[in-house]
């Protein structure tokens, strides 16, 4: 799965630095699994990244949760179950139609000046 997503990607002139993945069950609670910061904290370790500038894009309240656990953007598709996590109640981030939608206002977020 992940080498297609990296082709797939590929294809649209894009590519991942890393990929991160919990390997435990959720009743584990371990510090990896989201909404715990775990991942986004190694990849910011690891990457050099500023993740109050960052952004977290998913369609589930665990992805929204580690948006705002590590202090960034949380950013909410209609896909997958993101119509079903939008129905489920008032949240503050912002919501896109797709992943695509998505990452195009998160370039031209970040390519207008401040």
Known sequence: MNQRIERLLAA??????RLYHCPHAPEARCSCRKPAPGMALQ????????????FVIGDKPADLALARAVGATPLLVRTGY???TEAAGPDAARVFADLGAAIRWVVATVAAPL
């Open 82 to 84: 993101g119509r079903e």
């Open 12 to 17: 649209e002139g894009a590519h991942l630095d």
């Open 43 to 54: 990849a910011a370790a690891e990457l050099g990244l500023d993740l109050g500038r960052s």
